[in-house]
C-alpha cells in the first residue's frame, strides 16, 4: 500500500534548478531515508510535500488524494530549521501548535499529558522555552510533531542536536511510532541510522534522484564480491585476491575478493579444502560508502 | 512581551494624566508663601496704591539702601526692595526692584501694572475733562475676530481656525505615532519568528500569508485597544486628579486674576466664563463623527499599507539588526508626511497639502490635518481608493516576499533579491 507519492516534481528558483523531475513513493507503515549532500534538494523536496512550497510542475499525493489543507494536516514535520517561541511557556505552547494542527483544547491537553509523563518533562510545563536547553526544547518540538498522531511524519536532520543518549531515544522513539501505524520520512546525513532504520531510501543529488530503493537490496547490488573469512591457518588461492590478513589468538582473519563469477559454494568449497573454516561472510558495503561513491564527481 | 505591554498600557495613561495636571498643580503651589516688599518712596505718594493684601505685604521705610540690604542680609522674609526715586508721570524710569535671588516675573508684572495704572490715572485726572476716565474706558477695544463657516445646507457655524489646527494635529501625530510604532512591532514580531526559527513549523499548519496578515491585524486590534484605553484612561484620570487637585487651583488663580482686572479696569470681567462658551460653541462647529470615522478609516489604511511593507522587511533579514537598510526607505516617506502635514496645516488648500493627501504614503497623516478645515467629498474618496488599493497591491507584494523571504537562511539579501523574489 503506497502512502505518499511525489510524480515528476520539478522546482526552479530565479536561474537554479533545484529539483529535477523528482519521483519516489513511499510505502505506508514504513520508514523512508532521504539522503544527499548539503543543497542536494532535501529541503526543497519536503518543502513541497508539505505544501509550503508549490512545484513548478509534478504533482504529490497522500493515500493518492492530490494535496490540500485536509492532508496537510495529517502531516507531523519536523524541520531542520526549528525553534519555538523563545518567551511561550512550554506547556502553552505546545497546545497551541496542537490547536493549529486542528486538535481540540481536550485531545491536546490528554496527548501532552501522556508525551509529557512518558518523556518525564512534566515539570517543563511552566517553563519558558528559553529556559531550556537546546536538547530539552528539541524534545517539545518532537513531541508537538508527533502529538496529532498524524499518518505521516517528516523529519528533516531530526538527530542534530542531539547528544548520543537522546538521539538514541529518538530512534528509538521513531521506531516505536512505526511500529504503532505511522510512516516516517526523514533527511539525514548519518548513515548509520539509515541502516538501522530505513526501509527504502532515495539519494538526491543536484537536484536529481540518483539511487533509490530497498537498502538491503542497493547494499546488495553495490557488493563488491569481497568476503571476511574466520579460519584454523592461512588459505590461499587462485580464484581471489588476498586484501588482507591478521592472525589473533591462533585464529586468521582474511579479506578477500572473489575474481571469478562463480557461486559463494564454489569459493568455499576450495577453502574448506584448505582449513578450517570458522566463519565465511560477504561484507556488504555500508550506506556510508554508496554514498561518497554515488555523489563523487 | 505580555507583561510589558500591560505596564505600558496602564502606565502611559499615568503619564499623560501627570502631563495635563502636574503643571497645574505646581501653579497652585506657587502661590503659598507671603511676599514681603520693602518700599522706600522717596515721593511720599504711593504708600495708597501699594497696599499690602493676601499674597503681597508692603512695607514703607525710610531708610538708605545700603542699610535695608545690610539689615535683612540674613532675613528670609525679605523677598525685595522697591526704590521709587522720583515722580512716576514725569520720570517713569525711576523705580526699581532689587533683591538677593533673580525677581519674579509675577512681581515685578504686579507692581508695574499697579504703578501703570495710577500714573495711567493721574494722568487723565490732569486734563481736567469730566468723564474723561469712563471716555477712554469706553473707548477700549479688544477685537477678537469671530470665523464662520458657511455649512452646504447654508447654516452658520462658528468655526475657529486655531482648534481646526490643533485638531488636525494631535490626529496627524497620532496616526503617524501609530504606523511607526506598530509597523516597528510588525517588522520585530516577524524578525523574531524568523530568528526563532519557529516559523517553518507554523506554515506546516497555515499559509504564510495567513501568518503575515494574522500578525498585522492582530497588532492592528492591539493598537486599536490600547490607543481606546488610553483615551478612556487618560480622561478618567486627569478628571479625578482635576478635581482633587482642581478646586483650589481653579478659585484661587480666577479669583486672583479677577481680582487684579476689578483693581485695573474697575469692573469685573467675564472672560473665563466667555471663552468657556466661546471654546463650546466653536467645538459644535467640528463634526467630530465624522472626523473620528476618518480617523479610524486612514489610522487602517496607513497601517496596513506600511505593516505589511515592514513585515516583509522583517521576513528579508536575519536579525532586527540588519533591518534598517530595508526600514529607511519605509521610514522616510513617513517623516516626510509629518512634516507635510505641518506645512499643510498652514495652508490646507494648497498644492503641497492637496498632492500629499493624494499619496497613499502620505495621505493617511497630511488628510487628517486637512479634515478639519472640510474638504470636499470627492477628494476624499480619490485620496481613499488610492490608499486602498495601494495597500492591497503593498499587502500582495510584501506577501510574496515575506512567504520566500521567512525560509531564508543566512543569507545576505540585497534590493536585487527582492525584486526577484517578487517575481517567483
Known amino acids: 500500500m503506497i502512502l505518499l507519492e511525489v510524480e515528476n516534481v520539478v522546482k526552479q528558483f530565479a536561474g537554479h ?25 532535501k529541503t526543497t523536496l519536503i518543502r513541497i510535500i508539505n505544501c509550503i512550497t508549490a512545484p513548478d510542475s509534478g504533482e504529490v499525493r497522500l493515500n493518492g488524494k492530490k494535496m490540500t489543507t485536509a492532508e496537510v494536516q495529517q502531516i507531523g514535520y519536523l524541520p531542520e530549521e526549528r525553534g519555538l517561541y523563545k518567551k511561550m511557556k512550554v506547556g502553552e505552547q505546545a497546545l497551541y501548535l496542537a490547536q493549529l494542527k486542528g486538535m481540540s483544547r481536550q485531545d491536546a491537553l490528554k496527548a501532552l499529558k501522556y508525551w509529557f509523563e512518558k518523556f518525564e518533562i512534566q515539570a517543563w510545563w511552566d517553563k519558558k522555552v528559553e529556559e531550556l536547553s537546546k536538547g530539552m526544547a528539541q524534545k517539545v518540538q518532537f513531541i508537538t510533531t508527533i502529538l496529532h498522531n498524524p499518518k505521516l511524519l517528516i523529519f528533516d536532520e531530526p538527530f542534530s542536536g542531539f547528544d548520543p543518549v537522546n538521539a538514541d531515544l ?33 539519494l538526491v543529488n543536484q537536484a536529481k534522484i540518483v539511487l533509490q530503493g530497498n537498502v538491503a537490496e542497493i547494499r546488495a547490488n553495490h557488493a563488491t564480491k569481497t568476503f571476511l573469512v574466520r579460519s584454523e591457518n592461512s588459505i590461499t588461492g587462485n580464484n581471489f585476491e588476498l586484501l588482507s590478513q591478521t592472525e589473533k589468538d591462533g585464529i586468521f582473519e582474511t579479506k578477500i575478493k572473489k575474481m ?19 566463519t565465511f561472510e560477504e561484507l556488504l558495503p555500508g550506506m556510508n560508502d554508496i554514498f561518497i561513491e554515488t555523489v563523487k564527481p | 512581551m505580555k507583561k510589558s505591554f500591560i505596564i505600558l498600557t496602564f502606565l502611559t495613561p499615568l503619564l499623560f494624566a501627570g502631563m495635563i495636571t502636574v503643571p497645574l498643580w505646581l ?18 505718594q504711593y ?7 493676601e499674597t503681597y505685604e508692603f512695607d514703607f521705610v525710610d531708610k538708605p539702601v545700603n542699610a535695608v540690604r545690610n539689615d535683612n542680609a540674613d532675613n528670609k522674609d525679605f523677598t525685595a526692595l522697591l526704590l521709587i526715586t522720583d515722580d512716576l508721570r514725569k520720570n517713569s524710569k525711576a523705580a526699581t526692584i532689587y533683591s538677593q535671588q533673580q525677581v519674579n516675573l509675577e512681581l515685578k508684572t504686579y507692581i508695574s501694572d499697579i504703578l501703570s495704572n495710577y500714573v495711567e490715572q493721574q494722568k487723565l485726572a490732569a486734563y481736567n475733562i469730566p468723564n474723561l476716565k469712563q471716555m477712554v474706558e469706553n473707548s477700549k477695544a479688544d477685537i477678537n475676530i469671530e470665523t464662520i463657516k458657511w455649512n452646504k445646507d447654508g447654516k452658520e457655524e462658528v468655526g475657529s481656525a486655531e482648534l481646526a489646527l490643533i485638531i488636525g494635529m494631535i490626529s496627524a501625530f497620532v496616526i503617524y505615532m501609530f504606523i511607526v510604532i506598530y509597523g516597528a512591532q510588525v517588522m520585530a514580531g516577524v524578525v523574531q519568528e524568523k530568528t526563532s526559527r519557529i516559523v517553518e513549523v507554523i506554515i506546516s499548519s497555515v499559509k504564510p500569508f495567513e501568518l503575515m496578515m494574522g500578525k498585522i491585524i492582530g497588532i492592528a486590534l492591539v493598537g486599536l485597544t490600547q490607543f481606546l484605553m488610553w483615551v478612556v484612561l487618560t480622561s478618567i484620570l486627569s478628571m479625578a486628579v482635576g478635581s482633587i487637585l482642581g478646586h483650589g487651583i481653579d478659585l484661587n488663580t480666577l479669583q486672583q486674576s479677577n481680582q487684579i482686572n476689578m483693581n485695573m479696569h474697575g469692573m469685573p470681567t467675564d472672560t473665563a466664563q466667555g471663552s468657556i462658551q466661546h471654546i463650546y460653541s466653536m467645538l459644535s462647529g467640528f463634526d467630530f463623527l465624522k472626523i473620528s470615522i476618518f480617523f479610524v478609516i486612514y489610522f487602517l489604511g496607513g497601517y496596513l499599507l ?30 516626510f508626511a509629518i512634516y507635510a502635514a505641518i506645512y499643510s496645516a498652514q495652508n490646507p488648500d494648497g498644492p503641497l497639502a492637496l498632492w500629499c493627501s493624494m499619496i497613499p504614503f502620505t495621505s493617511p497623516i497630511v488628510m487628517m490635518v486637512r479634515l478639519p478645515y472640510g474638504v470636499p467629498a470627492w477628494q476624499i474618496a480619490i485620496s481613499l481608493g488610492i490608499l486602498v488599493l495601494s495597500f492591497i ?32
Not at chain 1, 182 to 193: P, W
Not at chain 2, 47 to 53: A, E, F
Not at chain 2, 395 to 421: D, H
Open chain 1, 17 to 41: 534548478l533545484a529539483l529535477d523531475n523528482v519521483s519516489l513513493t513511499v510505502p505506508e507503515n514504513s520508514i523512508y531515508g532521504l539522503l544527499g549532500p548539503n543543497g542536494a534538494g
Open chain 1, 170 to 202: 529518538m530512534k528509538r522513539e521513531i521506531l516505536e511510532l512505526r511500529n504503532n501505524g505511522a510512516t516516517i520520512i526523514f533527511s539525514t546525513h548519518n548513515m548509520g541510522t539509515v541502516e538501522d532504520l530505513c526501509e527504502n531510501i532515495s
Open chain 1, 260 to 278: 571469478n563469477t562463480g557461486s559463494n559454494n564454489l569459493l568455499l568449497k576450495e577453502l574448506i579444502q584448505q582449513t578450517e573454516i570458522h
Open chain 2, 27 to 44: 501653579a497652585s503651589l506657587k502661590d503659598n508663601t507671603k511676599k514681603h516688599i520693602y518700599v522706600i518712596d522717596r515721593t511720599n
Open chain 2, 47 to 53: 504708600q495708597k496704591v501699594l497696599k499690602s493684601n
Open chain 2, 306 to 335: 506600511y505593516a505589511s511593507l515592514f513585515a516583509a522587511v522583517g521576513s528579508a533579514v536575519d536579525s532586527e539588526t540588519d533591518t534598517q537598510q530595508f526600514s529607511l526607505p519605509l521610514t522616510l516617506p513617513i517623516v
Open chain 2, 393 to 424: 497591491g503593498t499587502t500582495w507584494m510584501a506577501g510574496k516576499i515575506y512567504r520566500t523571504g521567512i525560509l531564508m537562511y543566512g543569507k545576505k539579501v540585497t534590493w536585487k533579491e527582492l525584486w526577484k523574489w517578487l517575481r517567483y
